[in-house]
């Protein structure tokens, strides 16, 4: 299991407590420190069986002033790659199944299914 994490979140740090509380120890990837490929954040959207615009920050500054709102799939990837603040938090990946944490006991169901 591998979470994408900003320890200064509470939802990702309440989503990581549940992963811990269920005796996982999950891999941490600090996504602001280590910004995710392009094909990294194609991979967890296909996992999600989401498009781009549901896993970024509305309201991140960036996104404003960018003027994201209509931008294709292909420049939210890379505006996410570029500017990670702009990534949805947390993310886990399990396998072939990814969750967004918010609210965090989405993880619980992500649990289950590994269990």
């Known amino acids: 299991m591998k979470i994408y994490h900003n320890p200064r ?3 990702s740090r309440e989503t990581l407590n549940i992963i811990i509380e269920h005796n996982i120890k999950p891999e941490i990837h600090l996504y602001l420190n280590d ?3 392009t094909e990294e954040i194609k991979y967890i959207l296909k996992l999600l069986k989401i ?3 549901q896993i970024i920050r509305k309201n991140e500054k960036i996104y404003k002033t960018y003027n994201l709102k209509n931008a294709d799939e292909d420049t ?3 505006m996410i790659n570029k500017n990670p603040i702009l990534l949805e938090r947390p993310i886990v990946v399990s396998k072939s199944q990814a969750i967004i944490g918010r609210p965090p006991e989405n993880v619980r ?3 289950s299914n590994i269990a």
């Open 76 to 78: 939210l990837i890379e």
């Open 51 to 53: 498009s781009a615009d």
């Open 35 to 37: 910004p995710l490929s």
């Open 109 to 111: 169901q992500l649990i």
């Open 9 to 11: 979140c509470s939802k």
